[in-house]
């Protein structure tokens, strides 16, 4: 679903991501993580299609980008730290206002069935500026899946939700894995980076510097791992 | 068969164009509707200039009917910025310009939209102007041509004020940079248009001779700004 091999991205002569090679299956749960600063939300913003790679090769469903942009953004939900809603709309006035600009069919069914999906049926003529963080990252998902895409991209969904609200999301997000739906999350919250994933990754200075099956490591080891790659074990050390 | 089906392919890609063109409508008028801050920080920036040069000019009203064309179009200029900067902050609220780009639409549908919007809400002030204009200036605001030549400013002007606004709301200081890029990029529409308004400005209606060049000039301006934005938008929002 998603191949990225040597993926460069340069902003002026600063080197963001360095040939960074990952794979996405069909269906699958990948999770990145990696420290702040580490390309995390630039890779993010290139298979989103938000910005055009330096070079490396990018494919999303078996389209090239940039040249097939079009055709990939049909296919793809971006979740962000931002909604990406308007809040001066009430909940069911953006979600139709993205049906609208998908074009799909049945709009007014699609946009209950999904408030009534993400909880928020009851609220749907409120507007999206009243609502909690946790219910506007909950509606955020709701338009993120509108169109039905077959992969979800997921830029630190967790930032600023309590504890409650972050579980709300894992299960919105579980559901969404069970539905078949290729997913990749970038994160720097490692404990729920290992969560919900089949595979996690570790990005560090614009690389890959490891791959791991979730299911085959520990939280502890993870976490140990992480220190050992990224060198953040270094940098407490040294402060202490 | 294969000429129908690229028929059928560019009837479709055209539906798809004007739907994502007027979706975008939609949205930016309804969130109007809720807020009423784009149309009421215009107007009440307008009511208080025309308020302000008509007590300004009023012991001497030659002055002030002779100056009054030009007061409407530096009005609308100023307001239209106005409407401009709140209406592309909007997509910057949230990052929502990201959810129109990662949408499958193209660019230069999202450009027109917004042109078509903020002409919109650009329109409702110049009604509240004309109205304004005949009350202090005593000015024959409401003919036809007259209204034709605002309309084609109106859009020259957000046509180029879209694009313009789309490079400077991502700079830190995008309120004193939009007027300095646009206010000149604005002139040659301007100029004629004003001209072309003041020609109607007389109880005898000028021939057409006298103001054709000017309302050419405006309507050339329209057709360059509208195939600047449809060609380079994208390239605006993408980099």
Known sequence: MIKLQGLVKQYGMNLVLRGVDLHVGAGEFVTLVGSNGAGKSTLMRVVATLLQPTSGKVQIGGWSLPKQAGRVRRHIGLVSHYSLLYGDLTAAENLTFFARLYQLDNQEERVMAALKKVGLYARQRDAVSTFSRGMVQRLTIARATLHEPDILLLDEPYTGLDQDASRLLDDLLRQEHENGRSILMITHDLSHGLNLCDRVAILNQGKIVCDVDSRTISPADFLDLYAEQTGSKKKVASHE | ?239
Not at chain 2, 15 to 25: C, D, K, L, P, Q
Not at chain 2, 55 to 74: C, H, I, K, P, Y
Not at chain 2, 104 to 131: D, Q
């Open chain 2, 1 to 239: 068969m294969n000429e129908q089906v690229t028929n059928q392919k560019k009837t479709s890609e055209s539906r798809e164009f004007i739907t994502a063109v007027f979706s975008v409508v939609w949205k930016d008028l309804r969130i109007e509707r809720h807020t009423r801050q784009t149309v009421s920080v215009m107007v009440m920036f307008s009511v208080v200039t025309v308020i302000m040069f008509n007590f300004a000019l009023e012991s001497n009203l030659d002055a002030a009917r002779n100056v009054s064309t030009g007061l409407l179009w530096a009005t609308i200029l100023l307001a239209g910025t106005l409407g401009l900067n709140r209406s592309m902050a909007l997509e910057q609220e949230n990052q929502t310009m990201d959810a129109l780009l990662i949408a499958p639409v193209p660019r230069n549908a999202i450009y027109l939209g917004k042109v078509i919007s903020i002409t919109l809400f650009t329109l409702a002030l110049e009604l509240i102007l004309i109205m304004l204009f005949i009350i202090f200036f005593n000015k024959p605001m409401w003919r036809p041509m007259v209204l034709l030549i605002l309309v084609l400013g109106t859009i020259g002007y957000i046509a180029a004020g879209v694009i313009v606004t789309s490079m400077t709301i991502q700079t830190r200081s995008k309120e004193v940079l939009l007027p300095v890029l646009l206010l000149p990029l604005a002139l040659p529409l301007v100029l004629p248009a004003s001209m072309g308004v003041a020609a109607y400005m007389f109880p005898q209606q000028p021939v057409w001779s006298e103001v054709q060049s000017a309302i050419f000039i405006v309507i050339i301006y329209d057709i360059l700004m509208l195939t600047a934005g449809f060609l380079t938008y994208r390239f605006v929002v993408e980099s």
